[in-house]
């Protein structure tokens, strides 16, 4: 979070300056944990450049998924069933001005996660080499009725150029991966915007403001709009269980476990989860979702890697990625654990759409 958004959320319901410097010491601590954005950087205001739009949607469940994108995901083809019903086949075509065109052919929206597969076809004459590439991006969660919802929550997770047969031509293959955070989850569907490619470590900051130090290799802006088509994916349960901070309380109220990740959110919609784990990180230095350990039935400790926590006035959510695809049924009969405490299990039933 930026100090002018911080600042901004602080003239809506007017603290204390006490309260002030203990919601940015924990913010600030929390940023700190945030996974690093990858290869893309997010520009809060997209230009305006004008661009010719060709969306050609056409949605139908895969049954065969690229094995990129499971490679991606840690698996390999014996996982391509415990994702296929988060996957969608689509053909969505942006074209800029210059003639360069984004194609985007296959997509996992299973709520917490957008994965799409793109190719682009620069220009001629355009090298599109090896190189750590990156976009502006702008991804906007939408309603119904196909209007904003609300600021996105997510970042991108990553992005990846894959195998290139002919390095020099102005074609180029990737993927790239966002998260959601829980505050999306409502969305219909989203618009993806993206700016000009570059290369990492083309920019610096002068004056607060991102300077670009070389033109972009590809220059355009793109625009995509698609919907939250995949099933949701994994296996919940509600412990409504509490979990002590020091002499506090608050609600475990949902676990659940996907096939790449493990989400645990605190809260009842009651209790005021900010100021309860921000108040026991002042007294302690400890985030709680720091503390969380996953165990599968057979007492096996899962590694995690850390992709987000989040803690408001009413709810509390923390989410992490395996290394690799793992089948929800294995946690069936396990464990996690949170500040020292364990929490069985053992009532883990299928998500429903």
């Not at 004459?125 to 590439?133: A, I, R, W």
Request: charged share 20%; proline share 5%; aromatic share 10%.
């Amino acid at each position: 979070m930026e100090l002018r958004e911080l600042n901004r959320a602080f003239d809506q319901f007017s603290p204390t300056q006490e309260q002030k410097e203990a919601i940015r010491a924990r913010l600030l601590h929390a940023e700190r944990k945030r996974r690093p954005m990858k290869w893309m950087k997010k520009t809060i205001a997209v230009a305006a450049a004008a661009a010719v739009l060709l969306m050609a949607c056409a949605f139908t469940v895969v049954t065969g998924l690229d094995q990129r994108i499971l490679s991606l995901l840690g698996g390999s083809a014996q996982d391509e069933e415990l994702l296929a019903p988060g996957f969608t086949e689509v053909d969505l075509t942006s074209t800029a001005e210059n003639g360069a065109a984004i194609h985007v052919s296959q997509m996992l929206t299973d709520r917490y996660n957008v994965i799409l597969l793109c190719e682009l076809t620069a220009p001629e004459g355009t090298v599109l080499g090896p190189e750590d590439y990156y976009f502006y991006w702008e991804l906007t969660p939408l309603d119904a009725a196909g209007q904003a919802s609300g600021e996105f929550s997510g970042g991108l997770h990553e992005m990846r150029l894959l195998e290139d047969e002919d390095p020099s031509d102005n074609r180029m293959t990737f993927l790239l991966w966002f998260y959601l955070s829980a505050y999306d989850l409502e969305a219909d569907r989203f618009s993806l915007s993206l700016d000009d490619l570059g290369v990492k470590g083309d920019t610096q900051v002068v004056n607060s403001q991102e300077i670009r130090l070389a033109p972009p290799v590809v220059s355009g802006h793109w625009e995509f709009e698609f919907p939250m088509a995949g099933e949701p994916l994994g296996s919940v349960q509600h412990p409504d269980q509490p979990l002590a901070f020091g002499t506090e309380e608050l609600t475990i109220s949902e676990i659940r476990v996907t096939p790449v990740m493990l989400l645990i959110k605190l809260g009842d919609g009651q209790e005021n989860v900010l100021q309860t784990s921000d108040r026991y990180y002042q007294e302690t230095g400890t985030v709680w979702w720091d503390t969380i350990t996953l165990q599968d039935r057979d007492g096996n400790t899962v590694p995690l890697d850390f992709a987000w926590g989040n803690d408001t006035a009413q709810w509390g959510d923390a989410a992490f990625y395996f290394s690799q695809i793992l089948d929800p049924a294995q946690f069936q009969g396990g464990s996690v654990t949170i500040l020292g405490q364990t929490f069985p299990l053992d009532q883990l039933t299928p998500v429903e759409s």
